[in-house]
């Protein structure tokens, strides 16, 4: 469909989001294992060819793919790729993506638990508005140890904050293209 024809609307909306329930579905979450039954491997499979349809004639899928690759660790089918793929492209660029520790961002910890002073450093840029009561409350220590860890970090940068250099998009793409990922910046509506 020519561009001119696809809606603002068109453009901007995922097509994960129309298929919720098919993105959702926990067939696309796991590998099944070896001694799955045909027809859930049938379902699965289905599931797979739906949400590749949608991701082929999504407009957002590079900067999907980008996301999913090179700045969020996410589970499921993303951007065309499953896990083990956007592992394998991370790979070949040369790259990790930690995983968000959500108790640490959701504020839960454990009682005498040591902080880490990248995941001080990390929360704060991550929450830079957020009071360092807040992040000292959400790490379970106390200000002052906040206050240290960032002190330290002002004097000896870490250098993990901000220092490591993203792979480009077309990187991204290219090293997509070897996973047997086919995604073309053409199919980003423009």
Known sequence: M???SISTADRTAARCVD???????QLLED??????PTALRRRQLGLITAAQGACR??????D????AVVEYDVAGYVA????????QIRRRLDITVEPEDFDVLTGVTGRHRQVNHSEVVRLRNANPHESLEMLAHRLGCSLSTVKRHLRRERREPSGRTGAVTKPSVDEVLAAASVTGTAVRRSSQAA
């Not at 298929?19 to 579905?25: K, M």
């Not at 590998?31 to 799955?36: E, K």
């Not at 004639?57 to 590079?62: D, E, G, K, N, R």
């Not at 999907?64 to 996301?67: D, E, F, K, S, V």
């Open 64 to 67: 999907c793919l980008y996301r």
């Open 57 to 62: 004639t999504c407009p957002l899928i590079v």
């Open 31 to 36: 590998p099944l294992p070896a001694s799955a």
């Open 2 to 4: 020519p561009t001119s």
């Open 19 to 25: 298929l919720a329930a098919v993105f959702q579905d």
């Open 80 to 87: 065309g790729t499953t896990p083990p793929q956007r592992a």
